[in-house]
C-alpha cells in the first residue's frame, strides 16, 4: 500500500458514479427560488411541478418534489422562529392592553342597566 488513504478516497470518489438522489437535490435547488415565487404567487404544487418537467428542468417525481418542498418549508419556518424568539420580549405591554381595541369585546360581567 504505496498510496495514502487521502489519495485512495479521491481516486474512489472519481469512479464513483453520482447518485441519482444527489443530482435530483441539486437540481431541485437550482429551481428553488422559482417554487418559492410560484407558490407565493398561489399556484398549486402540482402544477409547478408539472411546468418544470415539462420544461425539462428538473427529471423527477411528484412525491420527491413535494418532499423538498415540505423540507424547505420546514427550514424556513424553523428559521422564522429563531427570529422570532431573538426579539426581546416588550416590557410597556401594559400599555397596549390598557388601550381599547375598536370592535366587539366580550365582558363577562353584565350591565345591570343593560339587563333592564
Known amino acids: 500500500m504505496g498510496h495514502r488513504y487521502s489519495e485512495q478516497l479521491a481516486e474512489w470518489v472519481k469512479q464513483k458514479q453520482s447518485r441519482k438522489r444527489d443530482k435530483n437535490l441539486v437540481s431541485y435547488l437550482a ?3 422559482d417554487v418559492q415565487a410560484a407558490m ?4 398549486a404544487a402540482k402544477t409547478i411541478w408539472a411546468h418544470l418537467v415539462e ?3 428538473i427529471e423527477f417525481g ?4 413535494l418532499n423538498y418542498t415540505k423540507r424547505q418549508q420546514r427550514s424556513q419556518t424553523k428559521e422564522e422562529s429563531c427570529k422570532t424568539e431573538k426579539l426581546p420580549h416588550p ?3 401594559q400599555t397596549t392592553e ?3 381595541q375598536p ?3 366580550f365582558n363577562s360581567v353584565p350591565n345591570k342597566e343593560d339587563l333592564l
Open 31 to 33: 429551481v428553488k427560488t
Open 40 to 43: 407565493a404567487d398561489g399556484y
Open 55 to 57: 420544461t425539462k428542468r
Open 62 to 65: 411528484y412525491d420527491t418534489f
Open 91 to 93: 416590557e410597556n405591554k
Open 98 to 100: 390598557t388601550k381599547q
Open 103 to 105: 370592535g366587539f369585546s
